[in-house]
């Protein structure tokens, strides 16, 4: 058959412009990644020939992290069954009451089958949480940095409250900086271990963000108005180390299981990203309405790996072996880093870490500004040392300006899924060598 070429008919529709394409508005100001901005910039530098630490990616290399050997296993296995069909819209139910019993076993929470739902990642989860309890014009409170809490109240038109945080709270709002927003709030927005800053809420500060929710509830009930919701990310909270343990709203106060919404799956905790098992648990009525929304947008998880799923997480031998393995691994990777911050921090350079808690991330402080290249050229901002460290010491970052802050603070995140133990010993030398020439 001959190929009709249209190029030019498409080409001619894009001249338009958007807004006279009839994009509709909310499309229009879905603002584009800046992470994927600066991954390209990183691609492309790399393409000339230049050898680079590439810390941008909020993913893993296969090489470096592979997937748990059940999980593929069981994947081909389910396939070759024959579940080449559409999963129940609310997800296998053999993968919700594996998530159901994961849940009981290892965060001693018991829920009900009906309060787990299954879709195709973390993704769909945050979408059909912010479909589900948000009308256009209502108020999402969400802390800065953040991972995405803006592109979803786009789509939502919901409307942002953005609550900014310090390093000295790790990062996270603290009751008293929310406090003042929760009054008019329909949803909360707490992800721990957090993308970006790999930190985790420690216990008190957790506890006393529910006491509040938990006091407004109470006067909204007594008002006879809706609730405000919880919505906790906690998709990194099996990857945590040194230490550090992860915490959730309801086991620290059970009453708040009739408000919080978890975001969970397979995409971090077994380098999975690419598998799409996600899954979130929650109050029946509140879930049972996700599960609606997310059935229109076909969002399920692919059948074979909703079964293999299911059979990893009951495998507890299998999924704490590989956790250990994927914790010291991280953890290793992570620590180079920090200790190299650290020893130049010593040296009196202007830089600075939080020790690595959690999830494949590293908040750390490189503050340039006011330096001058060898070249003679000033660095004014966050993202001119940005394009220093990536062109003079190969080493790319994402400025934490991409996850929601309005000004330069000089924090950046450090990703070390798709990096080698060596590549991280060489960030030392990388970083001293930049530094030195600025004067
Ligand atoms: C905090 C957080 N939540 C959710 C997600 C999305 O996970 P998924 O790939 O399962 O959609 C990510 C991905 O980077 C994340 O960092």
């Known amino acids: 058959m001959a190929t009709l070429d249209l190029s030019a008919h498409l080409k001619e529709a894009k001249k338009h412009g958007p807004q006279a394409r009839g994009i509709s508005d909310m499309a229009r100001s879905l603002v584009g ?9 990183v691609k492309a530098f790399a393409a000339q020939g230049n050898k680079v630490l590439d810390l941008t990616v909020g993913d893993f290399s296969s090489k470096e992290f592979p997937i748990p050997q059940p999980l593929e296993e069981g994947i081909i296995r389910a396939l070759k069954a024959g ?14 009451e594996a998530v159901r019993q994961m849940f009981e076993r290892r965060l001693g929470l018991g829920y009900p089958v009906g309060s787990v739902l299954i879709a195709g990642g973390a993704r769909p989860m945050i979408a059909g949480i912010y479909y589900a309890l948000c009308s256009p014009g209502d108020k999402v409170v969400y802390s800065l940095p953040s991972w995405n809490n803006n592109h ?20 996270f709002p603290r009751a008293e900086d929310l406090a003042p927003h929760l009054g008019q709030a329909r949803l909360l927005c707490l992800n721990s271990p957090q993308n970006p800053t790999g930190t985790v809420i420690d216990r008190d500060a957790l506890s006393q963000v529910c006491e509040l929710v938990l006091a407004e509830n109470k006067r909204r009930q007594q008002a006879g108005s809706p609730p405000l919701y919880l919505m906790y990310d906690q998709v990194y909270w099996m990857l945590t180390f040194g230490g550090v343990t992860h915490h ?3 086991s ?6 009739a408000y919080t919404i978890f975001v969970d799956g397979i995409s971090k905790a077994f380098a999975s990203t690419g598998l799409r098992v996600g899954w979130a648990v929650g109050p029946t009525d509140v879930i049972e309405r996700m599960s609606a929304i997310l059935t229109h947008l076909g969002a399920w998880a692919p059948r074979p790996e909703q079964i293999a799923t299911a059979e990893l997480l009951n495998n507890g031998p299998a999924v ?11 953890f290793t990777r992570l620590g180079k880093l920090s200790g190299a911050i650290e020893a130049l921090k010593g040296k009196g350079w202007n830089v600075d870490c939080i020790s690595p808690q959690g999830a494949i991330y590293l908040s750390l402080k490189i503050d340039l500004r006011g330096k001058k290249t060898a070249e003679g050229k000033l660095l004014r901002s966050d993202e001119d040392t940005r394009k220093y460290l990536l062109e003079e010491a190969g080493i790319a970052l994402v400025p934490f300006l ?7 603070t000089g924090w950046f995140r450090a990703s070390v899924g798709a990096v080698s133990l060596a590549d991280c010993d060489s960030f030392q030398a990388r970083l001293t060598g930049a530094l030195e020439k600025l004067s």
Do not use: W
């Open 152 to 171: 979803y109240c786009t789509l939502v038109g919901a409307e942002k409250i953005e609550v900014p945080t310090r390093p000295e709270s790790q990062f």
């Open 83 to 96: 579940h080449s069909n559409y999963p129940p819209a609310s997800g296998v139910i053999e993968c919700r």
């Open 402 to 408: 991409c996850f929601g802050l309005a000004e330069d």
């Open 252 to 257: 620290l106060y059970p009453e708040m299981a």
């Open 33 to 41: 990644s800046e992470i994927l901005r600066i991954a390209g910039e």
């Open 320 to 330: 704490d072996s590989y956790l250990a393995q994927m914790n010291r691994n991280l």
């Open 248 to 250: 959730t709203p309801v």
